[in-house]
């Protein structure tokens, strides 16, 4: 079970590096926007696996929250996207 949550965090520590590289290297608002949500469902991912590896379902409102907070923030920068381009 260690060598799992070991693999786990490595996996997720390179997933978050690189949507940060992303954030920070993207050309465009679209690219920004693309990473910010891809480090949200890293966050996300992280959260799971430390509630599945201790066996406890205490975080599952932080879980619930970040996804809205995903989604929310997602929808209005693209309608913000969508109304600069017009």
Same mark, same amino acid.
């Given at each position: ?7 786990? %965090?490595?996996?997720?520590? @390179?997933? +978050?590096?690189? /949507?940060?590289? $992303? ?18 469902? %890293?966050?996300?991912?992280? @959260?799971? +696996?430390?509630? /599945?590896?201790? $066996? ?31």
């Amino acid at each position: 079970m260690t060598f799992l949550a070991v693999v786990l %965090t490595v996996l997720l520590s @390179v997933t +978050a590096l690189l /949507a940060l590289a $992303r954030l920070y290297r993207g050309p465009s608002l679209v690219d920004r926007v693309i990473a910010a949500d891809m480090l949200l469902a %890293t966050m996300i991912g992280a @959260v799971g +696996a430390e509630a /599945a590896v201790n $066996r406890h379902a205490t975080t599952l409102p932080v879980l619930v929250v970040l996804s809205l907070l995903g989604f929310v923030g997602s929808v209005s920068l693209v309608r913000f996207a969508v109304r600069e381009q017009q």
